[in-house]
């Protein structure tokens, strides 16, 4: 583990809107992303935080991106928004389609939105557990790019495909999950690669479609989705609903958009609220939280459970920053041009 | 294998309504149960087919059962269709109400159906795929008795919790997908331990919540959830919508409802309806062919497909139907009073 700095939560983002508008990404957007990394870093996310931000030059350099994008929100139906993120990063064109979607739910006890063609690199569960703190529950995933085989195939066809969902809890923090449809992450096989390790059995196949646990091979290769065919069923359903459903590239069609170019993965999200209040049970509280209580109860934890405690105690003592990531940042920001 | 005889789908279809109506179960119900059944025995579906009847005895026998039930149809909102199954069967209360989902949805894009108090022993997959026959994208779940422990716990909080999706192909059936949250069936482990066979690894806990191989302990302990801490978060937000939020019982409260009567577990479903033309995309049905194909074309099997090849050999050459079980279930009927 390298050295940690402690920033507050105003500087971190602060220090990742500088960095974004530097590279000439308009005000808005730049905010948009700074408060969706700083959120991550402030609750230990560490891979959707700070750490995303050196990558966003190779976005933001992406011939189709554009820096000062001006979302179009739509309402299709009085129960589907649909936002165009315009090829700006999606979580801008998120933020301004939300409104709508709450007062969609609000109204109809189900609502839909699209947001399509946005350069995708946020986590999903600030804007579902955003939805939970406001009383709804929050439904929501998205492609990536095709790095991921179906179970009993041997050649990558879906993403990582995320899928995250919150439910509203009495004086708590909300019920929140967020991960990837797959055996591992990424980001754990390279990091296997880097520290010369194997990957445990599983986790992908080589360029060949063979199992194997050279970290290597599988980025070469394919991964593999979580829980076998029901894992990999799962992957295909976020493929087609959050792909040709809206409208949008599938992660195969996201890849060859980028076209070597190592950007954010260009596609679709889907986000569907719910209004318990209108849906016949208003949530039923006291069984939700008999329900939830048993996991907790029995020492199971509860997605989101440690995120909410490092954000308390980041709140308290300070966010931790890497200090070699924190150095990275202000130098790439002192070799910037201009 | 016991020997099997060949029916058609006239004789299955009215076998089960007899035996059912036998029992003095209300017409209408008989043969939506008899239709179900008899689409399940079609495909090879075998645990959700004729195999279900003589268990209909002890659901038929439940203090609370109603067998004259007559399910209310109510829209909610514009996008919310509730329907109380008023304690019969729910698959007669599904079908009452299908008709203002798939209005509802193909108004608005996306619609909502909660079917309420019913008894529920069919499978998930008819209903979603006649959905994406009538060009919807279907998804549907619920909750049943809490026999399943959270990943990294040792008691059983969720049901079996199936979750099923259907999606329309051109030219072909759809593509659909229909599975419990487990790491095997309640079926299955049963299997083993009528033949006397240890099961996998991973499948289930004993009553003292520690990892086993033997069935008869996991069946009197706890199931384990596929995909680990990831499967366990689906059947928690399976428990969560299908339960709390359309205010009917969770798997926990469904298991004490029953009280040791072995009917069908008595719970809710939910049905969520999608038109892709109202969506922004109208399905992109090139991209999500070419998706699809990308499946199959490597050799990994399209869920349901196995299915539907079995339902078009099964119409040219007949239903197949165990000859013990067929025998049973005259002898049931011949025995049965009145």
């Keep these: 583990m390298s050295e940690d700095i402690l920033?507050?939560?105003?500087?971190?983002?602060?220090?990742?809107?500088?960095?974004?508008?530097?590279?000439g990404l308009a005000a808005p957007h730049a905010a948009a992303m700074a408060r969706a990394l700083t959120r991550a870093q402030r609750d230990g996310g560490l891979?959707?935080?700070?750490?995303?931000?050196?990558?966003?030059?190779d976005t933001i350099g992406h011939p189709e991106f554009n820096k000062a994008a001006r979302p179009k929100v739509e309402q299709l139906t009085p129960a589907v928004v649909q936002v165009d993120a315009d090829y700006g990063f999606s979580i801008y064109g998120t933020e301004l389609g939300l409104p709508a979607l709450r007062r969609s739910a609000g109204q109809l006890g189900i609502?839909?939105?699209?947001?399509?063609?946005?350069?995708?690199?946020?986590?999903?569960?600030?804007?579902?557990?955003?939805?939970?703190e406001a009383g709804l529950v929050g439904l929501s995933m998205n492609p990536t790019h095709d790095w991921v085989a179906p179970a009993g195939g041997s050649r990558p066809v879906?993403?990582?495909?995320?899928?995250?969902?919150?439910?509203?809890?009495?004086?708590?923090?909300?019920?929140v999950f967020d991960f990837a449809t797959t055996a591992a992450s990424r980001a754990d096989i390279a990091m296997h690669r880097q520290a010369g390790q194997q990957v445990p059995p599983g986790w992908g196949l080589d360029p060949e479609g063979q199992a194997t646990t050279d970290p290597a091979a599988i980025l070469a290769g394919a991964m593999l989705p979580f829980g076998a065919h029901k894992g990999s069923a799962i992957a295909t359903m976020i493929e087609l609903m959050a792909g040709p459903m809206?409208?949008?590239?599938t992660s195969h069609s996201s890849a060859r958009f980028d076209a070597g170019h190592q950007a954010a993965p260009c596609h679709g999200e889907l986000i569907i609220a719910l209004n318990p209040g209108l849906l016949g049970g208003a949530g039923d509280v006291e069984n939700a939280e008999?329900?939830?209580?048993?996991?907790?109860?029995?020492?199971a934890r509860l997605p989101g459970s440690r995120r909410h405690a490092l954000r308390a105690r980041?709140?308290?003592?300070?966010?931790?920053?890497?200090?070699?990531?924190?150095?990275?940042?202000l130098q790439l920001m002192a070799d910037a041009p201009g």
């Design 111 to 132: 609502a839909f939105m699209a947001v399509r063609n946005g350069f995708h690199s946020t986590a999903l569960w600030p804007v579902v557990e955003d939805l939970a």
């Design 47 to 57: 891979s959707h935080g700070l750490q995303r931000l050196p990558g966003t030059r």
């Design 7 to 23: 920033m507050t939560e105003a500087g971190v983002m602060e220090l990742a809107q500088r960095f974004l508008t530097g590279q």
């Design 314 to 329: 980041h709140d308290r003592e300070g966010i931790p920053v890497r200090k070699a990531l924190y150095e990275r940042i």
């Design 158 to 175: 879906f993403g990582t495909n995320p899928i995250a969902f919150a439910w509203p809890r009495p004086d708590q923090k909300p019920y």
């Design 290 to 299: 008999r329900m939830l209580n048993a996991i907790s109860g029995q020492g």
């Design 246 to 249: 809206i409208g949008d590239r």
